[in-house]
C-alpha cells in the first residue's frame, strides 16, 4: 500500500488504499475524522523531498541542480510571510485581473443525451467586475451557454499568465452564471474594452453577456506552499493592488523588455539559466517564469519590505535596487 486518502461519502468516512499497481481498494473506517477540507488540501502538499536552501544547496547535504518549489510544511499564513506573498484573497483579485482566459466547467444538459451529467470543459475570456465576479460573452449556439440557461452551476479554472507547469497559481471559482439583462448588456461590453482593449466576441455578433452572480467557494493553489479556501466576503472586498490592474500586459512587457536579461544573469550566479521572462506583478513582488533547458520553473522576487509597489516606473526602480544589490529574496 502506498497512500491513504479519506473521502467522506453519504456521511460515511471510506479510505482509498493505492496499492502498489496503482488500483485502488476501498477499505470503510468508521473513524471520526474532522479534518476540515483546508487540513487535507495542506497535508497533500506535505512531501518528503528535500528543502533547497538559498543559494542552491539541499538542506542536509548536497546540492541539487534547477529553481525547484519545495513544499512548506508551516501551511498558507508561513508561506505567505517566507515569500513577500499578498494573502491569499487579494492574490486570487490579482490573479483575476492578470489572467484574460479561464476554463469554464458546466454540466451537461439533458438535450446532451448520453452526456447528460457530465461535466463540459470550455476554453472562455472573461473580464472580472468591480467585485471580483467575471462577467463572459456567450454564443447562444456553444454547448456551455446551453449548459448554464438549463443549470447555471459551474466552475471557473483560472490559471496565471505563463503558466507552465504545475508549479503556477491558478484557483478554482465556484458559483452561478446566468445571463444579464438587456438594460446591462452595454455595462457588461464596457467592462470587457477596459480588459480586453477591444469587445472580443461582439465583433462577431450575435453574442450576450453573462456574470457569475453568486460566487459560493474559492480554491486557490498559489505556489509555495500556499494551499486555501478563500472566504468569499473576504474576497468580494478587496481591491485588487494596482500595479496588478493597470497598464496589464503592457507593463509586463515593457518590464521583460528592460529586466529578463538583467534577471537572467543575476539567477545564472545561482544555477545556469537559459531564459528570465517576469508573468505577473504584484504590490509585493514578481513571479518569474524561469526555463533551463526544456524545464520550467518560477522564481518569486519579492521587493523590500514596506515599500509596496503600485505603479510602473515604481516597479522599475524597486527591480533595479533588487538587480544593483546583487540580491534575490526568497530563493526557492
Known sequence: MKHLIYHNIDNE???????CNGLPCVVKDNSNHNQSSENVADEGQKVDMPLIAPGGSVA?????AGLFRTPISGGVQSATSAHGLPRPALAVRNLMEQARFAHLCTVMSRMHHRREGYPFGSLVDFAPDSMGHPIFSFSPLAIHTR????????????????????????????????????????????QYIGKHQQG??????????FRMQNISDIYFIGGFGTVAWVDVKEYEMLQPDKIAVDGGEQNLK???????????????????????????????????????????????????????VETLEEA??????LINKGRVCNFQ
Not at 542536509?60 to 541539487?64: K, L, N
Not at 484557483?171 to 455595462?187: A, C, K, R
Not at 472580443?200 to 453577456?209: C, D, I, K, M
Open 60 to 64: 542536509g547535504g548536497g546540492t541539487r
Open 147 to 190: 449548459n448554464l440557461l438549463v443549470d447555471p452551476r459551474c466552475t471557473l479554472v483560472v490559471q496565471i499568465p505563463g503558466w507552465s507547469g504545475l508549479s503556477n497559481a491558478r484557483v478554482t471559482i465556484f458559483g452561478d452564471v446566468y445571463p444579464l439583462s438587456e438594460n446591462e448588456q452595454e455595462w457588461a461590453h464596457k
Open 200 to 209: 472580443p466576441s461582439q465583433q462577431w455578433g450575435n453574442f450576450y453577456y
Open 13 to 19: 468516512w471510506m479510505s482509498y488504499r493505492l496499492s
Open 254 to 308: 515593457e518590464l521583460n523588455a528592460i529586466f529578463s536579461k538583467p534577471l537572467k544573469e543575476l539567477l545564472s550566479a545561482e544555477s545556469e539559466v537559459d531564459d528570465a521572462a517576469l508573468i505577473s506583478i504584484d504590490s509585493k513582488g514578481t513571479d518569474i517564469r524561469v526555463r533551463q533547458g526544456a524545464q520550467f520553473n518560477i522564481q518569486r522576487i519579492s521587493f523590500e519590505e514596506g515599500h509596496a
Open 316 to 321: 522599475k526602480a524597486a527591480l533595479w535596487k
